[in-house]
């Protein structure tokens, strides 16, 4: 495991990268509100049922998300969060920063990490590599957006035989 939050599954011929829990819940729980965009503000407690996440783990995301102007907030009986922009207006980048998911296969060549080389950079060989794939990785989160995410989803349901309404 790399502190960038980011894992290499050996066990596997394929090379597997994965995100650490704080990204993939963060995109999870702002999909949710893509699919409720229009409803009104949704409390944690429904976005922690629904997506199986820890309540408390949430609050400390939708911290971020809200410093980083991703979603709103209301407070009373009817209070919760809502997403800040339309869903065609945020990507995976976006979250992924908000929540301080490192976005690179390992650490050194992650610049909003902080460190983008380490002593050995000059010597290592599969630094390029690193860099390239780092650079495809935010191709792809940077042209994605919740929307996108939402249609996917949308699709599916329809493929499946179930109804799908515009906000839910």
């Not at 945020?90 to 080389?117: F, H, K, N, Q, Y």
Request: hydrophobic share 35%; with cysteine; proline share 4%.
């Amino acid at each position: 495991m790399f502190s960038s939050g980011l894992y290499f599954d050996q066990s596997q011929e394929v090379l597997a990268i994965k995100l650490s829990t704080k990204g993939e819940y963060g995109v999870r729980a702002m999909l949710y509100l893509a699919l409720k965009y229009g409803v009104g503000p949704i409390s944690l407690e429904e976005i922690s049922e629904e997506e199986r996440i820890s309540h408390q783990y949430l609050g400390q995301l939708f911290v971020k998300l809200r410093k980083s102007r991703l979603v709103k907030s209301t407070r009373g009986a009817r209070g919760g969060y809502y997403l800040a922009q339309p869903p065609s207006q945020i990507t995976l980048t976006d979250i992924l920063r908000a929540v301080d998911e490192p976005i690179g296969p390992i650490e050194c060549v992650d610049p909003e990490g902080g460190r983008t080389s380490c002593d050995k950079v000059r010597d290592c060989i599969p630094h390029h590599v690193w860099r390239e794939l780092r650079q495809s990785m935010l191709s792809v989160l940077e042209r994605t957006t919740l929307q996108d995410m939402k249609n996917q989803h949308d699709q599916r349901q329809s493929l499946l035989g179930k109804e799908v309404t515009s906000n839910v």
